[in-house]
């Protein structure tokens, strides 16, 4: 059975820090493609980092880039965004995601197969 489950949403203030954890079961982390989206009210699903197989570098958007971090933790089969900074714009649901094998472009929808069901992440004083 394959499933992606996100967790460590929360609130914060600005400038504050979020740590999210994604437990994904039925596979092992180096044959799949992970990444990270978030979607805010009125906003398209965007996506945030990724990394497929056994790259080392995980991509990231130019919105996040320097601020988050993706990690995996391939003993508990999980992988991780530590997210630092975090600014009012960065309000959102944040996805965990992921499919089977490599995937060239994975900062984008389609090359998902599987989704978490989100968590919610706000930014506010």
């Known amino acids: 059975q394959v499933q992606v489950a996100e967790s460590g949403g929360g609130s914060v203030q600005p400038g504050e820090s979020l740590r999210l954890s994604c437990a994904v079961s039925?596979?092992?982390?180096?044959?799949?493609?992970i990444g990270w989206f978030r979607q805010a009210p009125g906003k398209v699903r965007e996506g945030l980092s990724c990394?497929?197989?056994?790259?080392?570098?995980?991509d990231y958007s130019d919105s996040v880039k320097g601020r988050f971090a993706m990690s995996r933790e391939s003993s508990k089969n999980m992988v991780h965004l530590q997210m630092t900074n975090l600014k009012p714009e960065d309000a959102a649901v944040y996805f965990c995601?992921?499919?089977?094998?490599?995937?060239?472009?994975?900062?984008?929808?389609?090359?998902?197969?599987?989704w978490g069901k989100g968590t919610l992440v706000t930014v506010s004083s």
């Open positions: 995601a992921m499919s089977q094998g490599f995937r060239r472009n994975c900062l984008v929808d389609s090359a998902m197969e599987y």
């Open positions: 990394i497929s197989g056994l790259e080392i570098r995980p």
């Open positions: 039925g596979l092992p982390l180096n044959h799949l493609t």
